[in-house]
């Protein structure tokens, strides 16, 4: 049977698969217009099953605020042209807000949402088919606080989310922080936060690197502590040097603003390091 240009772009429309992909699967399904969309969303599977060894080390980081809560989504594909279309970058963050409007907490959660009559997964396999890469959600978390900012890396490759204890009137001063995250890389936000295993593998390093110095073996634990608290002060974002004025710490920074300002939480996520 004939196919029209219309259905063609009312099946592109839906899936947005290509115009040639459109009208095989409109041939394929003898203009049935449903059936055509299962054709292209069992492409996407046949594709996906293909390419499942694939490593999809490239993609898109966003994060976004939503009221009191913000959060970060990846989603991976094999190559940096795909990374950088503006489509892939849309779906992106299409996902992110359907996420953020739910109460998903973590990523199976998410990819279980309804976006337009399909899970955040389904699409996911679906547009495998269309791109023709591996493509894979791989990451969403978030946080709740009284205060949140979210900051995007030029390039979306890095994106950074932070809460604080109460409303920041300086929405630079928020950014700030938020960028000191991304470009320092802090492994908690105060030393309280820092894993146990953390804490134990960089005292066990401290302590053989000093054994192998020489130093004597009943002063190596306190030798050891001192490092750990270097250790606290490079690796945990209000104890880090503030990247805008070394002279003063994180926490000096935000308490030269308020006294009892500071962040309880944050998220970083980069595809770069």
């Known amino acids: 049977m004939a196919i029209s240009a219309a259905d063609v772009m009312k099946l592109r429309k839906a899936t947005g698969a290509g115009m040639m992909d459109c009208k095989a699967a409109l041939t394929d399904a003898n203009g049935d217009f449903d059936a055509a969309i299962q054709i292209i969303r069992e492409k996407g599977k046949a594709?996906?099953?293909?390419?499942?060894?694939?490593?999809?080390?490239?993609?898109?980081?966003?994060?976004?605020?939503?009221g009191n809560k913000a959060?970060?989504?990846?989603?991976?594909?094999?190559?940096?042209?795909?990374?950088?279309?503006?489509?892939?970058?849309?779906?992106?963050?299409k996902m992110l807000d359907v996420a953020l409007a739910s109460d998903a907490k973590d990523l199976e959660a998410a990819k279980a949402l309804d976006m337009d009559g399909r899970t955040l997964a389904e699409h996911v396999v679906e547009q495998t088919g269309i791109i023709g890469e591996k493509l894979e959600l791989s990451?969403?978390?978030t946080i709740e606080a009284e205060s949140v900012v979210a900051y995007i890396h030029p390039g979306n490759k890095l994106a950074t989310v932070v809460g604080f204890n109460k409303a920041v009137a300086d929405g630079q001063v928020a950014k700030d922080v938020a960028m000191q995250a991304a470009a320092m890389n802090p492994v908690a936000v105060d030393k309280d936060g820092v894993p146990a295993d953390v804490v134990e593998k960089e005292l066990e390093i401290a302590k053989e690197k000093y054994r192998q110095e020489g130093k004597p073996e009943h002063m190596l634990d306190k030798i050891a502590q001192g490092a750990l608290n270097k250790f606290f002060n490079e690796n945990?974002?209000?104890?880090?040097?503030?990247?805008?004025?070394?002279?003063?710490?994180?926490?000096?920074?935000?308490?030269?603003?308020?006294?009892?300002?500071?962040?309880?939480?944050?998220?970083?996520?980069?595809?770069?390091?």
Not at 51 to 60: P, Q
């Open 139 to 141: 990451y969403y978390a």
């Open 47 to 66: 594709i996906a099953n293909k390419r499942a060894d694939r490593d999809a080390s490239e993609g898109v980081v966003l994060g976004r605020v939503a």
């Open 71 to 93: 959060g970060i989504i990846v989603l991976n594909c094999e190559t940096d042209f795909v990374a950088k279309n503006d489509g892939f970058v849309d779906l992106t963050s």
């Open 236 to 273: 945990t974002l209000l104890n880090q040097s503030f990247v805008k004025d070394g002279k003063i710490t994180v926490r000096q920074y935000l308490q030269s603003v308020d006294k009892d300002l500071t962040v309880t939480s944050f998220l970083r996520y980069t595809l770069a390091d």
